[in-house]
């Protein structure tokens, strides 16, 4: 049997979970305001890179704040 490292898995979970919630703000608003569902993508692609940037810029700069970048987990 494969012993599972509990953090490892963790870890893995969060980055769909990231992606779900970077994503939902964009769908919500083309849902609701009837716009192509094609700038959604480009916007949660966009919010991703922002997120990376953010949790890139905290570690680089030993910032706290900034390693869970925009989704704070």
């Known amino acids: ?7 490892a898995l963790v870890e893995a979970v ?7 919630v970077l994503a939902v ?3 919500g608003i083309a849902w609701l305001g009837g716009l192509p569902y094609e ?3 480009v916007a949660t ?3 991703k890179f922002l997120d990376k940037f953010v949790h890139q810029l905290g570690k680089n700069t ?3 704040g900034l ?6 987990f």
């Open 14 to 20: 969060k980055e769909p979970l990231r992606l779900l």
């Open 45 to 47: 692609v966009a919010l």
């Open 1 to 7: 049997m494969v012993k599972v490292n509990k953090s």
């Open 25 to 27: 703000i964009p769908f």
């Open 67 to 72: 390693v869970k970048g925009i989704t704070r």
């Open 62 to 64: 030993d910032r706290v």
């Open 39 to 41: 700038w959604a993508v």
